[in-house]
């Protein structure tokens, strides 16, 4: 029997026994669709050689014997393209296995494939604060680092993309200074080219007293309105008038460059979903993220939930070009003598999650860290956040930030906050 996880072995196993008929292809595309069943694009130049035809046929059969449900029947397996360019049109492709011409398509239902990481945006460091669980202390975290950097002077823009179950802005927000609208209306107004109609009341500044300020973007106004409507909508591409698609999360890109164009802010911080969720990649991969924070509580499902998606950038080979841009961040870390025990495992953990992808540094390549497990500076090294009891179960997390003091801030967010200074203003703040 073969199942989905058997298709990518099995059809490199059949193309590797087949290496003479495979090498003779200018291009070979494995196509997987939308319910995993695979066929083979090849080019048109292979149909019209009796010869090549017939081989490729008869691989295509064989293939399609070993991972049958997960073929087309044969005889309709194979397609035939003029080009690579075209066969290409949208979609991403991906090399496969250690082939150097054949590649994998892989078409999902979701349009983010956690695959496609967008180069650093030019301006303002973009932070993005994600996690794989919920609840480990992701966007508190992130009120005390915008406090902690507008009390230093900083314009802080803040963004609240956890769309799926707000809360960061009543956090930075009393009731009555919320915005009239959020992202989700922004969204929703783009599809009809009218984004620019709220895009001036989607933000509100906090009165915390800081030096610098807070810009938030919540993401539903202070009356959410028909918010489950415009959510089913939120994510939606958009038609432009070339009559082509435009990726929501292009949109969603397209929303931040407006926003920070408009405020100016020396720093970006962006509320992320948790999990392996269609929007949380698109935070993660598609906003151009100059840090991505990954928080982690200890235990067998943070670590799963992780392998899960550095395996997937592994295999796509595109580790490399995210892994500099990951830390992790131990939340809720015990404040009593287990505390000492709880790092030393986190650590061990990702340590072994992040170890691979140091292997595949090339040879040469400049870098700040010796990889080591004890290198406090790797990405790999928990930056700890305490559990704390002034921080637990709070009914206003607004009421509290207006009443802490910055070494109550330090004494749970220090390590957070000096790395966000050190490795993230650096280059850009000064
Ligand atoms: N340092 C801390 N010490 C103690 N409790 C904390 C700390 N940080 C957050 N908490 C508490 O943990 C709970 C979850 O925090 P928070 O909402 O920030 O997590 P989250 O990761 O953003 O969750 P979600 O996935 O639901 O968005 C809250 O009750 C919060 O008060
Ligand atoms: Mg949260």
């Keep these: 029997m073969t199942t989905f996880d058997d298709i990518t072995p099995k059809t490199i196993e059949v193309l590797r026994a087949n290496s003479a008929v495979v090498g003779q292809l200018d291009w070979l595309f494995i196509n997987r669709d939308l319910n995993g069943r695979v066929r083979f694009i090849v080019p048109e130049s292979v149909e019209m050689s009796d010869v090549c035809r017939e081989q490729v046929e008869a691989l295509y059969d064989v293939l399609a014997d070993r991972i049958a449900p997960h073929a087309y029947p044969k005889g309709s397996g194979i397609l035939y393209e003029s080009s690579r360019e075209q066969v290409c049109l949208g979609v991403s492709a991906f090399l496969f296995g250690d082939f150097t011409n054949v590649w994998l398509i892989d078409r999902l239902a979701t349009e983010s494939h956690w695959e496609t990481i967008?180069?650093?945006?030019?301006?303002?460091?973009?932070?993005?604060?994600?996690?794989?669980?919920?609840?480990?202390?992701?966007?508190?975290?992130?009120?005390?680092?915008?406090?902690?950097?507008?009390?230093?002077?900083?314009?802080?823009?803040?963004l609240d993309l956890d769309l799926e179950s707000p809360g960061l802005s009543s956090a930075l927000l009393p009731?009555?200074?919320?915005?009239?609208?959020?992202?989700?209306?922004?969204?929703?107004?783009?599809?009809?080219?009218?984004?620019d109609a709220v895009l001036d009341s989607i933000y509100a500044t906090s009165d915390l007293q800081t030096a610098g300020s807070i810009y938030l973007i919540p993401a539903h106004g202070g009356d959410p309105g028909e918010y489950v409507s415009k959510l089913g909508r939120a994510w939606m591409p958009k038609a432009t008038h070339q009559a082509t698609l435009e990726t929501w999360?292009?949109?969603?890109?397209?929303?931040?460059?407006?926003?920070?164009?408009?405020?100016?802010?020396?720093?970006?911080?962006?509320?992320?979903?948790?999990?392996?969720?269609?929007v949380a990649a698109a935070c993660v991969t598609d906003l151009g993220a100059h840090a991505v924070l990954l928080f982690a509580i200890e235990g067998q499902q943070t670590w799963t939930g992780y392998r899960v998606l550095f395996s997937h950038w592994q295999q796509r080979g595109v580790i490399t070009q995210i892994r500099n841009r990951l830390q992790l961040v131990g939340g809720l870390v015990p404040d009593d003598e287990r505390r000492t025990e709880y790092l030393t495992a986190l650590r061990g953990n990702s340590f072994a999650l992040f170890e691979d992808t140091y292997d595949e540094v090339e040879p040469g390549e400049v870098s700040d860290w010796s990889f080591e497990e004890d290198d406090d500076n790797a990405p790999h090294a928990p930056l700890p956040i305490r559990w704390n009891r002034g921080w637990y179960g709070l009914l206003s997390l607004q009421q509290r930030m207006v009443q802490v003091d910055e070494s109550e801030v330090n004494a749970v967010y220090g390590v957070l906050l000096n790395f966000l200074g050190r490795d993230v203003g650096k280059e850009h703040m000064e």
């Design 249 to 278: 999360a292009n949109r969603l890109n397209r929303l931040v460059n407006r926003l920070e164009d408009m405020l100016k802010p020396d720093i970006i911080l962006i509320d992320s979903r948790a999990g392996i969720d269609e």
């Design 118 to 158: 967008a180069d650093e945006a030019p301006g303002a460091p973009r932070i993005v604060f994600f996690s794989i669980k919920g609840g480990v202390g992701r966007s508190t975290a992130l009120a005390a680092s915008a406090w902690t950097l507008a009390r230093q002077g900083k314009r802080v823009m803040v």
């Design 175 to 195: 009731p009555d200074r919320q915005p009239e609208y959020g992202v989700a209306d922004w969204l929703v107004e783009d599809l009809v080219d009218n984004g």
